[in-house]
């Protein structure tokens, strides 16, 4: 049997439920050895979301994996305090996870990023499921970054959909243009993963309920997180689910999921201060003849995939951290050290 290839990744993350999903999603796949993270901030502050990165590897077993802090405002402005309303409080759907023992790396997430590249040269992917401000500094810190780093994949934008924080920008590029359009400058391959895809990649109360039912504490506690999670989606789809943008764009980039239409286009990002800023432009005017390349064009914007990705999801989850036989009738994942990382609060507000 041919055992996969297992390729270095950086994860940047402004770690909230959706990317407690695509962490626990890279940690489980055979094709991803995670190398390092950055946070930075988003869905919560980077130091909030760098808390929430290392509790949840402990909780995983994984807590060798270095977390570095990233950038705390964006290139223009000041962080404007995150979506407590969308993740909870704490980031996490107020979950409770028992506090890591490791500490963060030294450096900041950029010099970690431009460090990893001069490691696996030509080798190391890039996974950015947050705003793009360290990897924009990291550009800055090393110009021949691109030249290192073998793709780079990025949850956010809009192609044809509309915005989910303005009517045309998605929340990842929206809270630092400026530095996502230094990135879509680089010359390297980019796959985006906007919302047009994100937003139609749906996780039901059936698929919580699996996760719930495990007997591991790391699907319990996404599950769990999914359940404040699933509370603001209600608002958008009318019943108890939630889109599954960060770990769509994780599956995406190890390749444990595939795109249908993925055309290979140019993306500018709308810099300005009027009511377009944020804007992925993508020039998708080649639809009517099938996306002919555009010369130049170094873009992957996934707009449909090649099957339903959240049977997918619980299923590289649940096979990661399989149930056990319980013992004097406890749950198998109460005679776990790890178990001691998860405390069940009430899903309230």
Do not use: K
């Not at 869905?43 to 802090?69: E, Y």
């Not at 890591?100 to 997430?109: I, S």
């Not at 698929?207 to 319990?220: F, K, S, T």
């Amino acid at each position: 049997m041919t055992m996969p290839t297992r390729h270095p990744f950086y994860l940047d993350c402004d770690t909230g439920i959706d990317d407690a999903l695509a962490l626990a999603y890279l940690l489980a796949s055979p094709q991803a050895d995670l190398r390092g993270i950055g946070t930075v901030s988003g869905n919560v502050s980077a130091a909030v979301g760098a808390r929430n990165t290392l509790d949840l590897l402990q909780l995983a077993g994984h807590a060798h994996i270095p977390v570095a802090l990233g950038a705390h405002d964006p290139q223009s402005g000041a962080f404007r305090g995150g979506a407590p309303w969308v993740h909870g409080e704490n980031g996490i759907g107020e979950v409770a996870l028992e506090t890591a023992d490791a500490e963060l790396a030294p450096g900041t997430a950029a010099e970690m990023l431009v460090r990893l590249a001069h490691e696996h040269p030509g080798q190391l992917r890039i996974l950015a499921i947050g705003p793009l401000t360290n990897i924009a500094e990291a550009l800055r810190l090393d110009p021949e970054l691109p030249r290192l780093v073998q793709d780079v994949t990025i949850m956010g934008g809009a192609a044809f959909a509309p915005g989910n924080i303005t009517p045309v920008a998605e929340a990842n590029i929206a809270n630092d243009p400026e530095a996502a359009a230094d990135v879509f400058a680089a010359d390297w391959n980019v796959t985006l993963v906007p919302l047009d895809v994100t937003m139609s990649s749906v996780l039901e109360e059936s698929h919580r309920q699996e996760l719930l039912a495990a007997g591991h504490p790391v699907p319990q506690a996404l599950g769990d997180m999914l359940g404040y999670y699933f509370r603001f989606y209600e608002s958008q789809f009318g019943r108890a689910c939630s889109a599954m943008h960060d770990p769509l764009a994780a599956a995406l980039a190890v390749g444990g999921v595939s795109a249908a239409v993925a055309p290979v286009v140019t993306v500018d990002v709308d810099t300005t201060d009027g009511p377009g800023r944020g804007q992925t432009i993508c020039d998708l005017r080649g639809r009517y003849m099938d996306y002919p390349e555009q010369p130049g064009a170094r873009c992957r914007v996934v707009l449909e995939l090649d099957g339903e990705f959240a049977p997918h999801l619980v299923e590289v989850l649940l096979s990661a951290w399989p149930s056990s036989s319980p013992r004097n009738g406890s749950p198998a994942w109460a005679d776990s050290d790890a178990a001691a990382g998860l405390c069940r609060l009430p899903l309230s507000r």
